[in-house]
């Protein structure tokens, strides 16, 4: 087994594992149709490991005080996260935009800007 797969086994592992810090949320994609299928909405539930962005993201970047950094698993996504899609806290109802994201260097999660609605 190489170094990255260890990585993604130790990342897939300690998300799964984290109990209580995840929350589940509804995650609505916009799916691109063509000129015969028009343009869907696909929703589909994921856990989400909510934060704070730093000091230094929030001064070198268009963070606003209100946004949020928003951990998923790969895996449980359906495709790569884009600019529009939202995400909802199923605990609290709080429906987020996502702004933008990043991948860690293994592949296992994305870390979603989101913005609250």
Known sequence: ??????????????FRIAGDVKVPCTYTAVIDGDIEEPVAPALWTVDVVFGQFSIM???????????VPGTVLVEDMHGKPKRGHTVMRLDTMQVYSVIGYTADPAGVTYRLHLRGV
């Open 57 to 67: 993201e929030r001064v070198n970047s268009n963070i606003q005080p209100e946004d």
């Open 1 to 14: 087994m190489g170094l990255k797969a260890i990585f993604q086994t130790a990342g897939r592992t300690v």
